[in-house]
Each structure stands twice: as C-alpha cells, then as structure tokens.
C-alpha cells in the first residue's frame, strides 16, 4: 500500500513538473500578466512612448526595436525551468518595487537626469519579477530584463562626448592610409580630412560625419555581441574574451568604413559616398565585424581540446595462430 501512494506521489510531481510550452500555464496567469502590464506601462507611458519615437525618428537607435525581441528569446531559452518553478514571492522585491516607482516620478520633477528614467522603469521590471516570483525567477530572467538597457538612447551630450573622439580617430588614421597612396596628401584637422589629389585641392573637405563615428554600428554589435555570447555554449573564459571583442571590431570595422568612402570620394565619384550608397557600406560592415567576431569564436572553440570528448583511438591487433594444422 505504501509502494503504491508513493508511486501515486511521484506521477503527480512529474506531471505537475513536465510543462514544456507556454500555453500550459493557463488562462489565468495570462491574464494576470496582462493586468500587470497594462499597469507596467500606465505608470512608465511617457518613457515608453519616448524611447520608442527615438527609435522611429533616428536611426542610430533603430536597433532598439529588436532588443525586447532578443529578451523574449532569451526567456524561451529557459521555458522548461521557468515552467517548472516553484515560485516563491520575495518582499525584498516589494521594497525595490517601491523604491522604484517613488524614485521614477521624484526624478521627472526634482532630480531631472533623464538617464535615470529609464534605467528606473528597468530596474522597476525587476523587481517586480522578484517580488512575484522569487529569486528563483530572478536566476533565468536577469539578463533578459538587464538587456533591455541596449534599447535605451544615450543622452545626447554624453552621445556627442563619445562620438567626437571616435570620429577624430577614424579622420587620423583615414589621412594616414590616404597619405600612403601615390598622388594623394591628406592632413586631419579634427574631423576634418584635407585631400590633395595629383596636386589639386579636393573640395569639400571630407568630413567624417556624426553617422560615421561608429557608434551606431558600436552599440547595436554590442548588443548582438552579448546575445551571441550569452547563447553560444562554452566556457565563461570564452564567452567574455567574445564579449571584450565585440568594443574593437566595431571600432576597426568603422575605420574601414571610414576609409573606404574617402577612396571612393576622393578615386571614384563623390556621389557614390554619399546617401543609399553610404548606408549600404555601413551596413556592409555590420557583416563585416560578424565575420571577424566568428573567426574569433572559431578559433578560441579549436584552441583546446576537449579530452572527455575525444574517440579513443582503437589498435588494430592481428592475431597469427601458430601450431595449427597448416603451420608445417
């Protein structure tokens, strides 16, 4: 009788905890996601709106439509265990939840940084999940809910900080390449290229324009670089080293944009560095930098070998039978 129930007990669990698709949690739980979004977004309405029309009115920010796509991937990721939580409400999370939405509005009219706004509304995320799920929700939802930040524009005078350096690098190394070439001089004046061709002063000057500091091809392969890092299965060692890389290879991809249009400006014709054209080499970059950034992930998965993985090697043996009826 006792081998029975506990046979009856373990069915049960392993019914209960055999979900594996997100219609399984029911109507109910839909419906109570649904309120809590509805709310979600009443209180933080002007932000959303905010960020999502600067992702429609500039196209350095376009790449935040794709981001919250990117979190809801990463959270199917992790269906199974999600499905199958036990879930444990957590009051430290009701403390941040109240953190947050007094912060959120004493920042709009007191502190005014707009930077925190948004970063509020996140962190506001958060704690709402910890707060109704646990930290056991936390364990398979942080980084979902932390790579949302890539959706959020930088303010633009820390934006134009970033980018000004940026473009005076790519219009230095761009003279230097240039001034290799037979029949061209170029000088860097700030962002300026100067150009004599074959004695001839080029006018305009080329100048290396807030589109071509590269920051727009930085932050969205950085926000790729952590996607593909996060999903690709290997050592941690392995997963930062690809993360690191992701800051270079943007930059050096930006330069041989940079590069390249000033050939083609200066040895081909100037419209064709210019609008449509100038778009489809930046976007022929973004391949770019994905190739490099897979040569380096290749190399670093044939780096080491894995013994545990390896074939053992079998010896062929011959077996010469001696002494038998045909030995003499």
């Avoid at 709106?49 to 990463?74: A, R």
């Avoid at 930098?289 to 780096?303: E, I, K, P, Q």
Wanted: proline residues 4%.
């Amino acid at each position: 009788m006792t081998e029975q129930s506990a046979a009856c007990n373990i069915e049960s669990v392993s019914g209960n905890g055999n979900r594996t698709e997100w219609s399984e949690l029911g109507i109910h739980t839909y419906v109570k996601v649904g309120i809590i979004a509805a709310l979600f977004y009443w209180f933080f309405r002007i932000e959303i709106d905010k960020i999502v029309g600067q992702w429609i009115s500039d196209t350095s920010w376009s790449h935040g439509f794709i981001i919250p796509l990117f979190s809801l991937y990463f959270l199917n990721q992790s269906k199974t265990e999600i499905l199958n939580l036990e879930y444990k409400p957590s009051y430290l999370g009701l403390v941040f939840l109240m953190i947050g939405v007094l912060f959120y509005p004493l920042n709009m009219i007191q502190i005014r940084f707009g930077y925190l706004s948004p970063m509020a509304m996140i962190g506001t995320l958060g704690a709402v999940v910890l707060f109704l799920g646990g930290w056991k929700l936390i364990k398979y939802t942080w980084l979902p809910i932390i790579y949302l930040v890539f959706a959020v524009p930088i303010p633009d005078r820390y934006y134009r900080a970033i980018t000004i350096p940026m473009r005076k690098w790519a219009a230095s190394i761009a003279a230097i390449l240039l001034d290799m070439v037979k029949d061209i001089e170029a000088t860097a004046t700030g962002v300026m290229v100067d150009v004599i061709y074959k004695g001839e002063r080029v006018e305009p000057a080329i100048d290396v324009a807030e589109a071509c500091s590269g920051m727009r091809l930085l932050m969205a392969f950085l926000a790729l670089g952590v996607a593909m890092a996060y999903l690709h299965k290997r050592p941690i060692w392995q997963r930062l080293v690809l993360l690191a890389s992701t800051i270079p290879i943007a930059i050096f991809c930006n330069i041989v944009r940079v590069v390249l249009t000033c050939f083609i400006y200066i040895l081909i014709n100037p419209e064709y560095a210019q609008g449509i054209y100038h778009d489809m080499l930046g976007l022929a970059m973004l391949f770019l930098a994905f190739g490099l950034y897979g040569c380096l992930a290749w190399f670093m998965s044939n780096l080491v070998v894995d013994e545990s993985q390896m074939q053992p090697v079998q010896e062929d043996v011959i077996i010469r039978k001696i002494g038998g009826p045909d030995s003499q």
